[in-house]
């Protein structure tokens, strides 16, 4: 298998959606997954209370475990809380656990509450664990954790699903996004856009696919992930698609949007 070229600089790339079932999860694990495949060292910042990419990248996130939520606090390093992945070496989780709930509204009344995560994700504990890419998966919402993730964050990789109402409320989120830009983030910008749960034999997902292409050109990857059985049972058994089944088309697609992600750099990002 050969390998991607290691960005020149460390890429984190906050992955949003305030719509829940996007494939925000699914996506940032197996991205980082399949670019720990290729040999790029990745970590996953769970930063939704549900802590699903915990789950699905095996991590433990009972109560008391250091998680991003200490992190958030400044009681604990990003690297202390880190945990690397059973299934890769070049793949580290800071897990979410169920105390994040609280922490949406803790944070409010918190000093320097926007910008957090950003003081925990500073290049020496990036450079600490080593690692090339972050990928942080926000919870289904525009509140001050998803802020936390744009203002720690250079680019934001939105994933849309091939169905009704794909379009629907990404105004909401580009116009945050824009805000983040003006106030918190000049750095910020829609990097990337990944079309997921294709399904080939809906004429709607053609539309939809045709549809955010013409309205976001360059920004979307050519590959679009299928909609596939084995994508969602994979995190039942703690596994990304690529432990689960690696031959499979979910794993190949992922691997593919990966190695665009990888190619085209942070330069094809457009400042919305
Ligand atoms: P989000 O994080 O945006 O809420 P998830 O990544 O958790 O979305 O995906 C929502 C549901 O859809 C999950 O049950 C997941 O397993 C499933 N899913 C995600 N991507 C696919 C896919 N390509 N094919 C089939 N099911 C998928
Ligand atoms: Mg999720």
Redesign the pocket.
């Known amino acids: 298998s050969y390998r991607l070229p290691r960005p020149d600089h460390r890429r984190v790339l906050t992955v949003a959606?305030q719509?829940?079932?996007?494939?925000?999860?699914?996506?940032a694990v197996n991205l980082a997954a399949a670019l720990a495949v290729h040999g790029l060292k990745t970590l996953v910042v769970d930063l939704?209370p549900q802590g699903?990419a915990s789950t699905a990248l095996n991590v433990e996130h009972r109560s008391g475990t250091p998680s991003v939520y200490e992190v958030l606090l400044g009681e604990v390093t990003l690297a202390d809380a880190a945990a690397v992945s059973e299934q890769s070496p070049n793949l580290y989780c800071v897990p979410a656990t169920i105390d994040l709930a609280g922490a949406e509204i803790e944070l409010v009344s918190m000093a320097s509450r926007e910008t957090r995560l950003k003081e925990a994700l500073t290049s020496e504990a990036i450079d600490q664990l080593g690692v090339d890419y972050v990928f942080i998966?926000c919870p289904?919402s525009l509140g001050l954790l998803t802020v936390n993730a744009m203002v720690a964050a250079q680019e934001v990789l939105i994933?849309i699903q091939c169905e009704y109402y794909a379009l629907e409320g990404l105004g909401q989120l580009l116009s945050n996004i824009e805000l983040v830009q003006q106030h918190l983030n000049r750095e910020l910008t829609v990097s990337t856009i990944l079309l997921?749960?294709y399904d080939g034999r809906t004429k709607l997902a053609d539309q939809v696919t045709q549809e955010v292409r013409n309205h976001f050109g360059e920004v979307v990857l050519k590959t679009v992930?299928?909609?596939?059985?084995k994508?969602?049972e994979a995190?039942g058994y703690g596994q990304t698609i690529l432990a689960y089944d690696p031959g499979s088309r979910?794993a190949l697609s992922y691997l593919d949007a990966a190695r665009e992600i990888a190619e085209r750099g942070v330069k094809n990002g457009e400042k919305q």
């Open positions: 959606n719509k829940g079932g996007v494939g925000k999860t699914t996506s939704d699903n998966d289904p994933p997921t749960m992930i299928p909609r596939s059985v994508v969602s995190p979910g």
